[in-house]
Every structure is written in structure tokens, then in C-alpha cells.
């Protein structure tokens, strides 16, 4: 065994020959891959090829103007009894200017191997029994996971996809008692990462993989890591807020204001989720075989026109009303053909009644609509539009209420919204606000069609286009959840919540609550949250006082024990509701447009929390009794 180093910019670099694997130290301290962990990639057949397993393997120094490091070139692979040409190179390096490390996997010939995944560098050595030992985790809002959680942490959204509510912002982090580091994705849409912390632990391993895009690694995928000294989870947010920034992704609110007034008035507006009609086909997983008349609800767009108004009488200023189900198929039903306005309900003449009254309320108004989810009963519906694997097959499911569907390739995105949309305003609907469903809350697609061939950052940017397009006509764009790959456009989300809250309440918790993604992107993002009190647990408007955010002042939802809809909630008074939500509609006036400069945990008590904005407001929270206190 050799030990090859390289010092730079007071950061030493050092590779083990043998093992492959990388210790770096910074600030005074080491941090050195795991002994368990060996470099490797993975065959789509789900063979294991390490990188020790290659008949050439040479490493050289690596100096440029920027930096210094190691080049590691790898070669003369076999596969299936067969040596095949496929080769990469490494090159990990240290950047002069700042002591960060890039690692960076550089594919040369592809030939000859079927990769489905590399994973690629290796996870920490991050061994310790302590609760002072956490990993920092952008699972939704975000979470601290402990070295000794009682609860074991491995499965995850989407199987771990950056870009998608499994991390919605691309990095991952460890803190130890005077030393961190934050790990950063720079090509976050062909990624995911995995989590390995047992019951009470003692470790937590986590680290990256890269996919293929269209059936090659195809390009150069690099991982930034900040080293740090004594640290917390708020500097780590702060470094990403930074590159948020550097990168151009950082767009505030501010700036988003500046381009549409409407920015102003959705702040501070109560968020109110209705539906008019539900039909679940037969199929479906939802679909009641017991009662079937229970899969067919429907209420007119004018008992939602009189709610508008009986709101107003109630003395509420500011509202947004978000509309499901108001097309004639049903919720979930038939999209991208999702046109005309449900004609039970009073079609498009009571669908514009509504529109006239909330605009005559001074409320804004917004309609639930999806552009991914491709319904094979749709009108326009044609398989040569869906999203196609390499081997020409198409996905097929029928969980949501239409039945059977597919998914439509998101190149076909804009051209949908823009013909759907110019149909709704050509009525007269007055939209000030809309919602394109799980865009930002589900990975990104690839398609193999020829006709429309389409990577992940592809998608995204088709994803993106169909934002940037409500905009164009002065309608703000919503999602369901958030992610920062449409943070130029997105305005606010359906929510940005804790994993915990998409849970049934008392389920088994992956960590500790924290508002990570509002640590960086507060200022940028309005967030509506769950205002449920459930007996015997938080009540979680502290989570949106915590937070700054939006409220619900009524929010149906669209299945039976899903998307944070659960039976456990108490049923408040009308009078009591709008009571609650002036409370956090009041704060959000004051601090919608603030940074969130910190986060903490008092007393080393995680149900005692506090958060601090750059106008100087601090609210603390204490959930042993539910109560809080805003200052100044």
C-alpha cells in the first residue's frame, strides 16, 4: 500500500492505492471515507464491477491555474467472462482559492458496459455513538438525523432522486463536534443519493450515485464538499445560500415582486383548497368496490361562489381560492385533456361566476391542473407522446383516480398548458394564480422517443417553460412542493413541508424537524402550511409561525388519508380558523421578504425552537405546550 498526497491551500489531499478511497483534512481536522465503502459502479443486470477490478489503474498530479489534486485513470474491464473497453477517469482536486474538494468522474469510453449506477465518492467514516454526531438531510423541509436516532433511516422518496421532494435542495451534510463539511451536487438532475443509519445506530452512512442519462453517464458529474471547522447546520445552509447565489439560482421574492404586484397581494392571503368534482374509475386503487356511489362527488361551482362570499362577510381582506376538479372529467381524470369546465357544476358560465366574484372580493383565484400524468382515455391521447424507455416501453400504472395512465413526455408540456390555459381566459376566467401538479415534487423524466428524445435537465427545462409561460400572462405559478431548479420562477407551492406531516400522525419520525430549505430560500418562496391541532401532538400552526409562511384556512383533500390529509385532525370552528390564521398571516406580512438568518434548538430540546429574521423578529415555539412567543 502507498499513500499519494497533495497539499493545497491549506487542505491536504491523500489516496490509498490499494483501497481507492480518499481522506481529506481541513481546519485541523480529517475526515477519510469509510473502510466499508469500496468504489464501484452497478450493471443494469445488477452486477458489481469495483474499480479495483480494472487491469489498468495509474494515478498522476493534477496542477492547473486553479487548483491542485490527483488524476486517477481507469481501464481494462471485464463483463460477463469479456474484456470490454469501457473506461473513466477521476480527477479529485483541491480549488485554491476557497480549500474546497471537487471530485469529479470523467467517463471515457462507454463501451461494452451497461452502467446503471456509480457510486461514486464514498460516504464518511461517521462512526460515533452521539447525539453530537448528525447528518443534515434535505428530506422535504428538511431534517437532522442523529448518529444515535432511535429510528432507522434508509428508504427514500423516489428512491433518493436530487430534484425531487427526496431532497429538495442538492446536498447533504455532517456535522461532529467541531468540524463539518456540506456536499454539494453540481449536476444534481442525473443524481441520488442513498441514507444508512440503523435503529439507535451507532453511524450514519450517506452519499451520491450517479445515473445514467439516456443509457450513458455521457458527461463529466462533479461533487463540491466545504470542509469547516466548528459548524452547525445553519453555516452549512448559508455556504448553499451562497452558491445558491453564485450559481443564479437565488431569485427573492423582492425581485419577484418587482416583476408582478401580485406577488404582494398573495402575501398574507388566506389559502383556502376546494374541490368541485371527483369520479374515480373503476381500476383505479382508490376506486370503492363496496359503494360505488361513493366514487362520484360533485359540488357546484356556485356552493364555492357563496363559501367566496360568506369569506368576505367573515372580514377576511386577502384569499386565494386553489380550484380542483374543475374540469368536466373529474379530478385527476383525462388529463392533459382537461377542458371543458365541468358541466354538472354549471360549466363554463358558473365557472366564470365564481372567477367574477373572487375578483369582486379583491381575492385571487387559481386552478389545479397536470401535465405529467398521461391518462390513456384522454381524448388526444396517443402513446407516441408518452415518455419511452430505450427498449420502446412505456410506464403504466393505475393508482390516481382516472385509472390508467401513463406519463407524457414534458417536451409536449408547454404546448398543453398553452392551449389549455388560452381555452380557460378565452372565457373570461379570472386567473391571478395557478397550480401545475408534482412538478417540483417528482423527479425528472427521460425520454427515448425520437421524436421528442428528452434527459432530465431536459425535463426541468421544459417543467420551467410551463411556469415561465403563466407568468407571460401575468399568473402566478404554483407547484406542489418545492425544489430550487425553478426557483427563478416558481412563486409559491401547494406547501414545503416536514416529512413527518405526509406521515399519519404518530408514525415512526426519520429525524429531527428543520427548516433547512427556509434557512436558505425563505425570502425567495411563499409557503402555505398545514394548520392542523392534533390531539396530543404539535400544533402545527407553530410550524408556520416557525416558519414565516403562509396559512390554510381550509384545505379539502383530494384522497382519503394522503398529501397530509388525515382523520386525526380536530374539526375548528370557522370563527376559530380564521382566528389562527390572522395570527400567522399577520407575521408573514412582516417577514415574508426576510431572510431567515437562524435556527435553534433551546435548551438542547428539539421541541423548543426558535428562528430569527434579518428584520430582526425572533419566534419562539415550544411544543411540550404548544405555545409561542413573537418579539419584537
Known amino acids: 500500500m502507498s499513500i499519494m498526497t497533495v497539499e493545497h491551500a491549506n487542505t491536504t489531499l491523500q489516496l490509498d492505492d490499494v483501497s481507492l478511497n480518499f481522506t481529506v483534512t481541513a481546519h485541523g481536522q480529517c475526515w477519510r471515507w469509510a473502510d466499508t465503502y469500496h468504489p464501484r459502479?452497478?450493471?443494469?443486470?445488477?452486477?458489481?464491477?469495483?474499480?479495483?477490478?480494472?487491469?489498468?489503474?495509474?494515478?498522476?498530479?493534477?496542477?492547473?491555474?486553479?487548483?491542485?489534486?490527483?488524476?486517477?485513470?481507469?481501464?481494462?474491464?471485464?463483463?460477463?467472462?469479456?474484456?470490454?473497453?469501457?473506461?473513466?477517469?477521476?480527477?479529485?482536486?483541491?480549488?485554491?482559492?476557497?480549500?474546497?474538494?471537487?471530485?469529479?468522474?470523467?467517463?471515457?469510453?462507454?463501451?461494452?458496459?451497461?452502467?446503471?449506477?456509480?457510486?461514486?465518492?464514498?460516504?464518511?467514516?461517521?462512526?460515533?455513538?452521539?447525539?453530537?454526531?448528525?447528518?443534515?438531510?434535505?428530506?422535504?423541509?428538511?431534517?437532522?438525523?442523529?448518529?444515535?436516532?432511535?429510528?432507522?433511516?434508509?428508504?427514500?422518496?423516489?428512491?433518493?432522486?436530487?430534484?425531487?421532494?427526496?431532497?429538495?435542495?442538492?446536498?447533504?451534510?455532517?456535522?461532529?463536534?467541531?468540524?463539518?463539511?456540506?456536499?454539494?451536487?453540481?449536476?444534481?438532475?442525473?443524481?441520488?443519493?442513498?441514507?444508512?443509519?440503523?435503529?439507535?445506530?451507532?453511524?450514519?452512512?450517506?452519499?451520491?450515485?450517479?445515473?445514467?442519462?439516456?443509457?450513458?453517464?455521457?458527461?463529466?458529474?462533479?461533487?463540491?464538499?466545504?470542509?469547516?471547522?466548528?459548524?452547525?447546520?445553519?453555516?452549512?445552509?448559508?455556504?448553499?445560500?451562497?452558491?445558491?447565489?453564485?450559481?443564479?439560482?437565488?431569485?427573492?421574492?423582492?425581485?419577484?415582486?418587482?416583476?408582478?404586484?401580485?406577488?404582494?397581494?398573495?402575501?398574507?392571503?388566506?389559502?383556502?383548497?376546494?374541490?368541485?368534482?371527483?369520479?374515480?374509475?373503476?381500476?383505479?386503487?382508490?376506486?370503492?368496490?363496496?359503494?360505488?356511489?361513493?366514487?362520484?362527488?360533485?359540488?357546484?361551482?356556485?356552493?364555492?361562489?357563496?363559501?367566496?362570499?360568506h369569506y368576505q362577510e367573515k372580514g377576511i381582506k386577502k384569499l386565494y381560492l386553489h380550484l380542483d376538479g374543475w374540469g368536466e372529467p373529474g379530478y385527476d381524470n383525462k388529463h392533459p385533456d382537461y377542458l371543458p369546465a365541468c358541466k354538472d357544476a354549471g360549466g363554463w358560465e358558473g365557472l366564470k361566476e365564481l372567477s367574477d366574484t373572487i375578483a369582486e372580493c379583491g381575492y385571487m383565484f387559481g386552478l389545479h391542473d397536470q401535465y405529467r400524468d398521461y391518462y390513456f382515455d384522454a381524448p388526444t391521447f396517443d402513446k407516441d407522446f408518452a415518455c419511452h424507455a430505450p427498449d420502446g416501453s412505456i410506464f403504466d400504472m393505475a393508482r390516481w383516480a382516472g385509472g390508467r395512465q401513463t406519463l407524457l413526455c414534458a417536451s409536449q408540456a408547454p404546448y398543453y398548458v398553452k392551449r389549455n390555459f388560452e381555452e380557460v381566459l378565452r372565457h373570461g376566467i379570472h386567473l391571478e394564480a395557478s397550480y401545475l401538479d408534482v412538478f417540483t415534487c417528482n423527479e425528472g423524466d427521460e425520454c427515448a422517443h425520437p421524436w421528442h428524445r428528452m434527459t432530465r435537465k431536459e425535463c426541468f427545462e421544459y417543467r420551467n417553460a410551463c411556469f415561465a409561460y403563466l407568468l407571460s400572462k401575468n399568473i402566478l405559478p404554483s407547484s406542489e412542493e418545492v425544489t430550487d431548479w425553478a426557483m427563478k420562477n416558481l412563486v409559491f407551492a401547494h406547501y414545503g413541508p416536514y416529512d413527518f406531516m405526509l406521515q399519519a400522525p404518530g408514525s415512526p419520525r426519520k429525524g429531527i424537524p428543520t427548516p433547512l430549505f427556509n434557512l436558505v430560500y425563505h425570502d425567495c418562496m411563499i409557503l402555505p402550511w398545514l394548520m392542523d391541532r392534533i390531539e396530543g401532538q404539535e400544533d402545527y400552526m407553530l410550524y408556520a409561525l416557525l416558519n414565516g409562511g403562509a396559512a390554510y384556512l381550509d384545505k379539502d383533500g383530494a384522497y382519503p388519508n394522503c398529501d397530509g390529509a388525515f382523520d386525526d385532525a380536530a374539526d375548528l370552528h370557522l370563527d376559530e380558523e380564521i382566528a389562527r390564521y390572522r395570527i400567522v398571516a399577520a407575521l408573514q406580512e412582516r417577514i415574508a421578504k426576510c431572510e431567515m438568518v437562524r435556527h435553534e434548538f433551546l435548551d438542547g430540546d428539539w421541541k423548543k425552537q426558535r428562528t430569527t429574521f434579518s428584520n430582526g423578529t425572533t419566534v419562539t415555539v415550544n411544543f411540550h405546550d404548544n405555545t409561542y412567543r413573537i418579539e419584537p
Open 41 to 309: 459502479l452497478v450493471t443494469s443486470d445488477d452486477q458489481e464491477i469495483l474499480f479495483s477490478d480494472a487491469a489498468s489503474v495509474s494515478h498522476h498530479l493534477w496542477t492547473t491555474g486553479i487548483g491542485r489534486g490527483i488524476r486517477s485513470s481507469y481501464s481494462g474491464f471485464t463483463y460477463n467472462g469479456s474484456s470490454v473497453p469501457f473506461s473513466f477517469e477521476t480527477i479529485v482536486w483541491i480549488e485554491g482559492s476557497s480549500g474546497d474538494v471537487f471530485f469529479e468522474f470523467i467517463p471515457e469510453n462507454e463501451e461494452g458496459l451497461p452502467v446503471k449506477a456509480v457510486y461514486w465518492p464514498g460516504y464518511m467514516e461517521f462512526e460515533e455513538h452521539s447525539d453530537r454526531w448528525y447528518s443534515v438531510l434535505n428530506i422535504l423541509q428538511g431534517l437532522l438525523l442523529p448518529n444515535t436516532w432511535e429510528n432507522e433511516v434508509s428508504k427514500l422518496h423516489f428512491d433518493g432522486q436530487l430534484c425531487s421532494c427526496a431532497s429538495y435542495m442538492p446536498w447533504f451534510g455532517q456535522i461532529r463536534p467541531n468540524a463539518g463539511y456540506i456536499a454539494i451536487c453540481q449536476h444534481p438532475w442525473d443524481a441520488a443519493y442513498q441514507v444508512d443509519h440503523p435503529a439507535n445506530g451507532p453511524y450514519c452512512h450517506v452519499s451520491i450515485r450517479w445515473l445514467p442519462s439516456l443509457g450513458k453517464i455521457s458527461y463529466r458529474r462533479t461533487m463540491k464538499y466545504t470542509f469547516s471547522g466548528s459548524c452547525d447546520y445553519n453555516d452549512l445552509c448559508k455556504i448553499y445560500r451562497n452558491y445558491a447565489k453564485e450559481t443564479g439560482l437565488f431569485t427573492s421574492l423582492a425581485e419577484k415582486a418587482a416583476k408582478s404586484p401580485l406577488v404582494d397581494k398573495l402575501i398574507g392571503s388566506a389559502i383556502v383548497h376546494k374541490g368541485i368534482k371527483t369520479h374515480v374509475a373503476p381500476g383505479s386503487y382508490y376506486y370503492n368496490e363496496q359503494e360505488p356511489e361513493k366514487n362520484d362527488y360533485l359540488v357546484p361551482f356556485s356552493a364555492r361562489t357563496k363559501e367566496i362570499r
